[in-house]
């Protein structure tokens, strides 16, 4: 069974840090994000391979530009309850669109 739950504020830093500077990490994480997140110390899931990217990883740019929301949304829900907030070209857009379904 997979145990997916939200990251700690200062975990969700540490990857928003990697995500949006450290090349050997993005490159870890878009192949086997459970795998980079365990390797790094920020969640460990009990099923390898439980989280996936649905295409490609959004940009170094992409990750600094909505840090602040996507630090939010990944201490509430679970890291990977909505993998498109990683996906390139869908992150602002994925952002947004929980924060209208969360308000509701």
Known sequence: MTHKRPLTALHAGRLLDLLCGDDAFRASFAADPTAALAEYGLQSMTVPGA???????ASKEEFATVRDQLQTSVTRNALFMNPHFFQAGSVQDQIQASAISNAA
């Open 51 to 57: 989280c996936a990217l649905p295409g490609e990883l």
